[in-house]
């Protein structure tokens, strides 16, 4: 788990998943994203090329216990920090560990 980043587990708000994609992503230089544009409609097109894609999805896989199968990979699931932060929410019932 990240440092500083608010506590992982079920029940984690789409706003604390989007505050955790969205320090992973400007960590790893992937998209340069603010915390406080996460809002209901989304965000703008996160410029994510395709192997980052990977990466990303690999990621919340092993942060948040989800798992994203091949269809999961879509615009409207990953095409904004808001669609992954939905995604993420609401796998989370069903979250491994």
Known sequence: ??????????????????LIVGNYLQSRG????????LSASGLDALPID??????????IEAEFGV????DDVTESNFGTLGAVARFVESRQPFAVG
Request: no cysteine; glycine share 12%; charged share 10%.
């Open 50 to 59: 395709a192997a980052n894609y990977g990466a990303l999805v690999r990621f």
């Open 1 to 18: 788990m990240q440092k500083n980043s608010p506590e992982v587990g079920a029940g984690v708000s789409e706003v604390g998943i989007g």
């Open 67 to 70: 798992f994203a199968y091949v």
């Open 30 to 37: 992937i998209a340069s994203v603010r915390a406080t544009s």
